[in-house]
């Protein structure tokens, strides 16, 4: 079974960072991708950033360069560092991982990350 820890959220003054953990465990396979997305309320769980196996990295066009996503394989952890944050970052933020050769994803259980003066 897959078991997914999420650590890192919290509350922010505009222009700060924080810093996003997430530690999967339970494949016996690994993970092709692993990665961010988040959701405000009343929206969308949007891409934040994932790392894919033999891709690379792909960010959702509101992050592109104050967002860094990056992975170690052999731990199976991610993180996300998050610098200059605006408040519409404000959202519950999820970590989810692909299962590398069966495709099915898993999400955590999400932590909040609120941006705000």
């Known amino acids: 079974q897959v078991h997914i820890v999420e650590s890192g959220g919290g509350l922010v003054q505009p222009g700060g960072s924080l810093r996003l953990s997430c530690a999967a465990s339970?494949?016996?396979?690994?993970?092709?991708?692993m990665g961010w997305y988040r959701q405000a309320p009343g929206k969308q769980r949007d891409l934040v950033a994932v790392?894919?196996?033999?891709?690379?990295?792909t960010y959702g066009d509101s992050v592109k360069g104050r967002f860094t996503i990056s992975r170690d394989t052999a731990k199976n952890t991610v993180v996300l560092q998050m610098n200059s944050l605006k408040p519409e970052d404000t959202a519950v933020y999820y970590c989810?991982?692909?299962?590398?050769?069966?495709?099915?994803?898993?999400w955590g259980q999400g932590t909040q990350v609120t941006v705000s003066s």
């Open positions: 790392i894919t196996t033999g891709i690379g990295t």
């Open positions: 339970g494949s016996i396979f690994g993970f092709e991708r």
């Open positions: 989810n991982v692909v299962i590398r050769w069966s495709g099915s994803d898993y």
